[in-house]
């Protein structure tokens, strides 16, 4: 199991832009497929996008593509999230996942496919 921490939320303004970050305990991040995922207030979790371990393949919700960039630092142990021309639409609790495969290039989207979340961090998009 490993443990997740992301960090980077807030509040920011319509258009505005922030970064999120997730950091694994694991000794490896690599064999790691990873995915962010986000949660309304009254809505079910939703996917917004993944990661393969290498990073070579993503994948993005329709309603995030063109505005949201996934990627990761295996050095690091992080994935980010970086977020542009955010919408109020987008205020959630974002949360990352981690997925251990043996594969490179899959991609996971959906949260019964994930082993372990983090706590999650608060993005709220004002008007």
């Known amino acids: 199991q490993v443990q997740l921490v992301e960090s980077g939320g807030g509040l920011v303004q319509a258009g505005g832009s922030l970064r999120l970050s997730c950091a694994a305990s694991?000794?490896?991040?690599?064999?790691?497929?990873m995915g962010w995922f986000r949660q309304a207030p009254g809505k079910e979790r939703e996917f917004v996008a993944a990661i393969s371990w290498s990073g070579s393949d993503t994948e993005y919700a329709d309603s995030v593509k063109g505005r949201f960039t996934i990627s990761r630092d295996n050095a690091k142990k992080t994935m980010y999230l970086q977020m542009i021309s955010l919408k109020p639409e987008d205020t959630a609790v974002y949360y990352c996942a981690a997925k251990v495969t043996l594969t490179n290039n899959v991609v996971f989207t959906t949260t019964m496919q994930y082993n372990d979340w983090g706590q999650g961090t608060r993005v709220t998009v004002s008007t």
């Open positions: 694991e000794r490896t991040f690599i064999g790691y497929a």
